[in-house]
């Protein structure tokens, strides 16, 4: 079966951290051209968190995870993880991971990413 799967998420204390991973299922994540990682929270729209290109070329972060998030790949795992540090309340929600097939120009954040997971909760509450 095809599929990326999120796990990791939970409960956390403001300044805690978390460690969400993406495992492809039945493809490999390399042949894609980018994995990026998405959030939503409720009753607000899916923003960009951060993505990392094939072999970790390419990266980018939103400004909100900038200093604190890292992105990385470990390709014979198969896996892309997000490391998130000083979580903060507004770090909640909804974690997605998703793949695009074609390289554009400009911030990989903005690009095209057709095939997506069914996401892990993160909730950063005291």
């Known amino acids: 079966q095809v599929q990326l799967v999120e796990s990791g998420g939970g409960l956390v204390q403001p300044g805690g951290s978390l460690t969400l991973s993406c495992a492809a299922s039945?493809?490999?994540?390399?042949?894609?051209?980018?994995v990026g990682w998405f959030r939503q929270a409720p009753g607000k729209e899916r923003e960009g968190v951060s993505c990392?290109?094939?072999?970790?070329?390419?990266?980018d972060y939103a400004d909100s995870a900038k200093g604190r998030f890292t992105i990385s790949r470990d390709n014979a795992k198969n896996t892309v993880y997000l490391q998130m540090n000083s979580l903060k309340p507004e770090d909640t929600g909804v974690y997605y991971c998703?793949?695009?097939?074609?390289?554009?120009?400009?911030?990989?954040?903005?690009?095209?990413?057709?095939?997506w997971g069914q996401g892990t909760q993160v909730t950063v509450s005291s």
């Open positions: 990392i290109s094939r072999v970790g070329g390419t990266i």
């Open positions: 039945g493809f490999t994540l390399r042949n894609y051209a980018i």
């Open positions: 998703a793949t695009g097939s074609t390289w554009f120009s400009g911030s990989c954040l903005s690009w095209s990413y057709d095939q």
